[in-house]
């Protein structure tokens, strides 16, 4: 696939190398910065390999990477609940794990699924937890975990056990203790995870909402469409390293749209786009598609009169979007492993 100007801002990694980048820095020093940060578990798998990553302030920074790519192990770092085995983790300005005591109060997290309390009811679960946080101001407590449960639409069962709660209202109720207090990052780990649509419609609502009120959320997905529709920023993970960090906009102008033929006729349109010089052409089942970035928009009529002529009885013609997942297999020769 060729490039487009456009993704020349974005910051790349080729061959372990990280072309520095121009990608539109937001206000300030970076909220969350790692150089070089390796992890290599004692049984010697390599979990993260010399992670170089910038989260601007005020970004909504998406962690994206199939399974397994080392998305997890890297959040643990930047919370000091890990330690590198080698590189640097700042996270708000102060070195990690060292800075933990100072920095974990200005950062609100939802890790690995939150740690409750079953014989607990949700409310009772966030009071203890509030209780439990130096920094939290006894006298407004009520007031904030009753807010915090209508945030994440959980106060009509605010009076249930935990247990007897469902993975998606665990999930809830583990943001809603992330947002107790306003915080400067919000650190969400797969935050979507076991919700069902509306669930994850309402999650994605709120990530945009606390981003709006000035608080810089990174959070992990292996859902590219997630990524696509809350983020402003992302970084792009495979095998424990980073492919690609951007902005979103830069990342998915790598995936280029398609021209798409839609035709029994593959043979006598494949002939026809040929002579047009359509590049990159490919033949499937009843269509063929090149690319199309390199053509005039203009000289789409054109070459759909061409094909008619040329008796290809067209079904369709047009342009199908690049998505991030047509990036992300474009970035890594790897197909997009969505499952689990
Ligand atoms: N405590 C550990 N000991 C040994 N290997 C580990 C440990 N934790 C993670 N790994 C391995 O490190 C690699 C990265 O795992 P990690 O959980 O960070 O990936 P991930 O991108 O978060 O994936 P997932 O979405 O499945 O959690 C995997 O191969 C995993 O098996």
Redesign the pocket.
Known sequence: MTQSPAVDTAETVEGGRVAEAASAPLDGPPVIRTQGLTKR???G?L??DGLDLTVPRGSVFGFL??????????IRMLMGLIAPTSGVATVLGAPMPQSVAGVLPRVGALIEGPALYGYLSGRDNLIRYDSADPTSDPRTRKERVTRALERVGLAAAAGKKARAYSLGMKQRLGLAAALLQPRELLVL??PTNGLDPQGMREIRALVREVAAEGTTVFL?S?LLDEIEQVCTHAAV?SK?RLVVQGTVGELAARAQGRLVVRTADTEAALKVLTEHRVAGLRVGEGRVDGEWAALDEQALPGLCAALVEAGVRVRGFGIERGTLEDAFVALTGEGFDVA?
């Open positions: 578990f004692a049984g798998q979990a993260v990477g199939p399974n397994g790519s080392g998305k997890t192990t890297t780990d797969e992990s292996h993970m424990g689990g």
